[in-house]
């Protein structure tokens, strides 16, 4: 019986490469960076309640240039 970590869909890759490329964004910082962002989008975006007739209004538009090439 192979441990979970091993039962990683096909179209990642080797379950090997999948958990390296995770650590190293882990000790990069990125997953932090993602959470901060995330959070920021949520904070300055318009209430729950004010989305229920427009379930897409959540997404930034081009002006708010959230990730910068």
Do not use: C
């Not at 995770?22 to 910082?29: L, M, P, V």
């Not at 901060?36 to 309640?49: C, D, F, G, P, Y």
């Amino acid at each position: 019986m192979s441990s979970l970590r091993h039962d990683v869909p096909p179209k990642y890759g080797n379950w090997n490469t999948t958990y390296r490329r995770f650590r190293h964004w882990s000790e990069a910082g990125v997953w932090e960076a993602v959470t901060v962002t995330l959070a920021e989008i949520m904070a300055n975006s318009r209430t729950i309640s004010d989305q229920a007739d427009d379930p897409v209004a959540f997404w930034p538009d081009e002006r708010d240039a959230v990730f910068e090439a």
